[in-house]
């Protein structure tokens, strides 16, 4: 386990923010925002602000504030200004429907909404229906509603942080759905300090010198760390895009802020690569160091990337739960298609359903034990007592470790096929198909034969929907059987248009369960 030492009392929003002035970076850049250049003394004013604009709304310790904002300054004065007078900033996703955020509002109970003008129209209805909002802060142009600008700039500059301690809860983050429901994972403000320290700092060495861009956005717990929290406690800079980040819109962004670090999804990687075929002259050198989190990485798309970029992948694993990634490949030590060893500062542990050890070589269940974990699920009790176990916290992936000490990721619990009484991964199926000319993604799910017995189904999605048929289908089948053993080929293959898929790019597979099961 880790020895990081962190005090009693502790506020994460003062280790954050304002331990940057104290080390004499006060006039770096804290963040590049389009046309905006926010220095760390700015930062630090404006959260300031932020909190005592709070304050005289009314927020109290441990109230929440909901925070459904594009990436900006303004998420970072919110969420640390919440932090810093110890009331609970919940960030949340901002790609949902009204209802999504009706129920988070509900589930919340948050005293506070600060929203992007332009999300204002998804959260009008439900922020009206809350019986526990008292207030609405617009960041933008939005009549009618209290100016989150205007009240912000009333404030003082000065704030003493509330005196919380290293395991009062400092914010929480919704788990991204692919099961169902999300779930807020409560975190404390010690956690993010283990992940800045063992992860940014231990495995991507970042340093005030870096400059880092991540796709995934700030309301997913992997995008928060790549661009808040990791840059700002190495007294870096982080770029933050507000827009959807379509492959040209992002190669613009490293373009013209030339970051050192680039974050990720799989599916990310594909699209920059295929605009990529279509415009050679694309330059991404500034980048010393991409990684990759929130699904598997294929081996064919690092070799791809590694080959048209010249830049490696750390690929890697973490959670929402977690907080960030525990699991991961490292500069000089990559294993391609493999989620790497642990970060140093966590266990790992792959067990049977029992709870046993896995055998060698086998897949089981990864557990992990960390200072990042959340210490539960807020209002559900059972849920977090099936997930948490003492020190432990189950994943819910499917994991082997090789000869060599890499892990290898075998699918989620509940994505885990046995056919003919064997476990078949799908995410290994998938990547066998994705290597077939014309296939751009594929999910692979369980249905059930005449005989109700589980076996393989592919959904395909082509570069040329037109090539989709009977004749196409049975030639993947036959590629699947050529390279992978003959048990695993998928027994339907449907050609589809898209995946369903969360706004982090994960793919909603039981969307897809449910439609094999009509």
């Known amino acids: 386990m880790s020895e990081i030492d962190v005090p009693e009392s502790f506020n994460a929003a003062a280790y954050f923010v304002d ?47 909901l925070l459904a904002l594009l990436d900006g300054p303004e998420f970072a004065y919110c969420f640390f200004g919440a932090m810093k007078i110890g009331a609970v900033p919940v960030p949340v996703n901002t790609m949902l429907k009204p209802q999504d955020y009706e129920y988070f509002l509900a589930d919340s109970r948050a005293r506070v909404l600060v929203v992007s003008a332009e999300l204002l129209p998804s959260l009008r209805d439900a922020a009206g ?58 975190h404390l ?50 770029v933050l895009y507000p827009g959807r980040p379509q492959p040209g819109a992002v190669f613009d962004v490293v373009a013209t802020y030339r970051p050192s670090l680039f974050f990720a999804v799989p599916t990310a990687y594909a699209a ?42 750390l690929d890697g694993i973490g ?10 490949n490292r500069e000089g030590d990559i294993r391609p298609g493999s989620s790497g060893k642990p970060v140093p500062g966590y266990e790992l542990k792959i067990v049977d359903d029992d709870g046993s050890p896995a055998a060698d070589g086998s897949v089981g269940n990864l557990t992990v034990r960390g200072d990042s974990t959340c210490a539960y699920y807020w209002n559900k009790h059972e ?17 082997r470790i090789d000869e060599d000490g890499y892990y290898w990721y075998a699918g989620r619990a509940d994505d885990m096929l046995k056919v ?31 005989d109700t017995l589980v076996k393989p189904k592919a959904f395909v999605v082509l570069n040329d929907p037109s090539m989709a048929g009977d004749e196409l289908a049975g030639e993947i089948r036959d590629f699947v059987k050529g390279r992978i053993a003959t048990y695993k080929y998928p027994r339907w293959i449907e050609f589809v248009s898209e995946l369903p898929k969360t706004s982090t790019g994960k793919i909603q597979r039981f969307k897809l369960r449910q439609n094999a099961e009509k």
């Open 319 to 328: 959670s929402t739960e977690v907080l960030h990634i525990f699991l991961s």
């Open 272 to 313: 920059m690569l295929r605009a990529a075929e279509q415009d050679q002259a694309i330059d991404i050198s500034s980048v010393r160091l991409a990684v990759s989190a929130g699904e598997a990485l294929p081996a064919s798309l690092f070799t791809r990337w590694r080959e048209r970029f010249g830049i490696d992948i």
């Open 189 to 238: 403000h010690h956690d993010m300090v283990f992940c800045y320290q063992l992860y940014a700092k231990g495995i991507l060495n970042l340093s005030s010198a870096d400059r880092t861009f991540s796709v995934a956005k700030l309301y997913f717990a992997y995008g928060l760390g790549n661009a808040l929290y990791c840059p700002l406690g190495a007294g870096a800079t982080t």
């Open 129 to 186: 229906r809350s019986p526990h909002l008292e207030q609405v802060l617009v960041v933008g142009e939005a009549p009618g509603y209290q100016s989150f600008d205007e009240l912000v700039a009333r404030q003082g500059r000065e704030l003493e942080p509330a005196i919380t301690s290293r395991d009062d809860v400092a914010f929480w983050l919704y788990t991204s759905g692919t099961t169902g429901r999300p779930r807020a994972a409560v």
């Open 383 to 399: 849920a977090s007592k099936r997930a948490i176990v003492g020190e432990w916290i189950r994943t819910g992936d499917k994991y």
């Open 420 to 450: 003919g009484g064997i476990w078949v991964s799908p995410t290994e199926v998938e990547s066998t198909i994705v290597e077939f000319p014309g296939v751009l993604e594929c999910a692979v799910v369980g249905a059930r034969d005449d």
């Open 19 to 65: 331990r940057n002035l104290e080390e004499g970076r006060a006039d770096e850049p804290a963040i590049l925002a389009e046309d905006r250049e926010i220095s760390y003394r700015e930062l630090a004013e404006n959260v300031n602000r932020a909190g005592n604009a709070l304050l005289q709304l009314g927020v109290q310790m441990e109230q929440r504030v």
